[in-house]
Each structure stands twice: as C-alpha cells, then as structure tokens.
Antibody
Framework: EVQLVESGGGLVQPGGSLRLSCAAS????????MGWVRQTPGKGLEWVAN???????KHYVDSVQGRFTISRDNANSLYLQMNSLRTEDTAVYYC????????????????WGRGTVVTVSS | DIQMTQSPSTLSASVGDRVTITCRAS??????LAWYQQKPGKAPNLLIY???SLQSGVPSRFSGSGSGTEFTLTISSLQPDDFATYYC?????????FGQGTKLEIK
C-alpha cells in the first residue's frame, strides 16, 4: 500500500524549533519530488516546500524562506526542519508526493499523509 | 505569487444536481491547474490535473475545463459522497498556490 506517515508535530513556543518527519512506503521514494503542504482554518491550504528526487533542488514559499529546511534521505524519509517558529505557522502539516504522469501532472500532489499538528503558542 | 480565487465560497445543492465551481488565476497559468476534494478530517484527494485530465480512479461525473486565467470544475450529477470542500491549485510556477476552497453543502 502506498503510504505517507507524518510525525513530530506538537506544541512549541514562538521562536522555537521543531522537526517534522514523513515515512514513505509502498512506492519508489527516490523517483518522486516530495513536498510539504500546510492547512489552517483561516488561510486554507498553503504549499510550503518541495524537494527534488536527489535533494539537489528545493523550493519554498516566501513566508518560510530562511526559517524552514526541507530534506530527505535514502531510507524513504522526508523532513521539515522548522526554526524561528511564529504563531502564524500553526497548522496541520501534510507530507505529499508530487504526481508523475509524463509531465502533465507534475506539480500536483497525488498521495498525502494524514497530517501532523503544529501549534505555536506561548 | 499567483493568486487563485474560487467562487462561490459555499454552494448548496441536492443529490442529482449539476454544479459548477469557478477558479480564477491572477495571471495566465496556461492549463497548469488541478482540482482536489477534501472531506472533514482527511487529506485532500487529487481529482483533475492539467485543467481537464481526470486522475485515475475518479468518477467520470467530475470534469474540468478552462485555460489561461479562468477554470471550472463541474459535477454532472451530485452523489451523496460528493459533499465536501473543493480546492483548485496552480502549478504554473514553482510557488504553488491554492484557492481558498468551495464548500459544497447539502440543500
């Protein structure tokens, strides 16, 4: 079964750090771009970051640039290191697989995890 | 960044109805648009990519159209399982952006 399972969420104070993990299974992890998408009741869905198959290319939404770092390893895991956290980073964070279909769906997300909740509050 | 605006924000309809949701981009995105369905407490599910291509396993009552800046998602005959929130997403640029969502409610 194709599956993504996030972990690492929790309560953290403003200015603090947190590292999210995503364990992938059931597919060839090294063949796919991967990403993080977050969701808040107020702002809806927001793409956070993407990383290329070999980790050499990464992209971030402006609001997290310089604070968050996306990475991956050869053990089928994706990570999001979040530093200098702000209250507005409070959200459900989803790990998501970028679809592959000959190019037309490249940039969409076809497999999602269940999400992990990050709460930034004092 | 490219802004995506959906309308309406909420839509009330009955089983069997034909419904249409609109998504507008702040600049041309060609056909690089996807639609997702999300149910409460669940992750989004990809329905359509490249504006009109149906993702594998998605019922044929879902269809998409449009290009440039204006796009639509149509459900030809609403089923009870279709009541959910729908989001559009552009992938014309590396900075992907989503619409704010359209909640489809039972009338």
């Amino acid at each position: 079964e194709v599956q993504l399972v996030e972990s690492g969420g929790g309560l953290v104070q403003p200015g603090g750090s947190l590292r999210l993990s995503c364990a992938a299974s059931g597919f060839s992890f090294n063949s796919y771009w991967m990403g993080w998408v977050r969701q808040t009741p107020g702002k809806g869905l927001e793409w956070v970051a993407n990383i290329q198959q070999d980790g050499s290319e990464k992209h971030y939404v402006d609001s997290v640039q310089g604070r968050f770092t996306i990475s991956r390893d050869n053990a089928n895991s994706l990570y999001l290191q979040m530093n200098s956290l702000r209250t507005e980073d409070t959200a459900v964070y989803y790990c998501a697989r970028t679809a592959l279909c000959g190019g037309d769906c490249y940039g969409t997300f076809d497999i999602w995890g269940r999400g992990t909740v990050v709460t930034v509050s004092s | 960044d490219i802004q995506m605006t959906q309308s309406p924000s909420t839509l009330s309809a009955s089983v069997g109805d034909r419904v249409t949701i609109t998504c507008r981009a702040s600049q041309s995105i060609s056909s690089w648009l996807a639609w997702y369905q999300q149910k409460p407490g669940k992750a989004p599910n990809l329905l359509i990519y490249k504006a009109s291509s149906l993702q594998s396993g998605v019922p044929s009552r879902f269809s998409g159209s449009g290009s440039g800046t204006e796009f639509t998602l149509t459900i030809s005959s609403l089923q009870p399982d279709d009541f959910a929130t729908y989001y559009c997403q552009q992938y014309n640029s590396y900075s992907r952006t989503f619409g704010q969502g359209t909640k489809l409610e039972i009338k």
